[in-house]
């Protein structure tokens, strides 16, 4: 089963404007992972924050978490037609060695 | 680009019949995991070789094996396919098996008929 579960589903939004996306998840992690799939591709992996951590950035890519909540958002600033793509989630458990668990995905469409 | 391949690139084959999908790792990665991917789906763990080991399953059937060689590149094969099988089939390569990020190639899609 998906541990993984992002919010929204979808999600459209304007060039320049922000794109928030929302990952809950139900067991303990040692890190959580969020990666970008265009079209049926492979996947591109943006961010990686440990369990210890609360926030980390890398260029326009912000990411939270909160692990009292089980929850990570990824917050994409000044979005451009090209992040138009699908958005994933992936949980490393504790207790299931380095296996990733995806949830289903967030399909964010960045209109020109 | 990850540094991590994948062949072929598209595959066809019918009910019954055997497939064997590759992946090279990228360089200094000594750890390869397979997923599964059906169509507007997160991936799913099959498993994961750590230094030509298994080391971890994912609720798969037998007919679902692999390898991984020396040189840490890895074979996934499927026997007596199903049409559910149909996919796209994604390997990652990492350093050490935990708490390092996953690299993934660009994916075998899988079409059985």
């Known amino acids: 089963s998906q541990q993984g579960e992002e919010d929204p589903q979808a999600l459209s939004i304007q060039e320049g404007e922000n794109a928030t996306m929302n990952c809950s998840y139900k067991?303990?992690?040692?890190?959580l992972q969020w990666y970008r799939q265009n079209s049926g591709r492979g996947l591109v992996h943006l961010i990686l924050i440990r369990s210890n951590e609360r926030e980390k950035h890398s260029g326009r890519l912000r990411v939270t978490l909160d692990t009292s909540k089980k929850s990570s958002s990824l917050l994409i600033t000044a979005s451009r037609a090209a992040d138009t793509a699908s958005y994933f989630c992936a949980t490393e458990r504790e207790t299931s060695g380095s296996r990733l668990t995806f949830g289903e995905g967030t399909q964010l469409t960045v209109n020109p | 680009e990850t540094g991590v391949t994948q062949s072929p690139t598209h595959l066809i084959k019918t009910r019954g019949q055997q497939v064997t999908l590759r992946c090279s790792s990228q360089?200094?990665?000594?750890?390869v995991s397979w997923y599964q991917q059906a169509l507007g789906q997160g991936p799913q763990f099959i498993f994961q070789?750590?230094?030509?080991?298994?080391?971890g399953r994912g609720n798969f059937p037998p007919r679902f094996s692999g390898l991984q060689f020396p040189n840490y590149s890895s074979e996934l094969n499927v026997n007596a396919l199903e049409l559910d099988d149909s996919a796209l089939y994604l390997c990652a390569s990492s350093f050490d098996q935990r708490y390092n990020e996953q690299f993934f190639g660009p994916g075998t899609r899988l079409t059985v008929l």
């Open positions: 360089s200094g990665h000594n750890t």
């Open positions: 067991t303990s992690i040692n890190n």
């Open positions: 070789y750590y230094r030509e080991e298994e080391n």
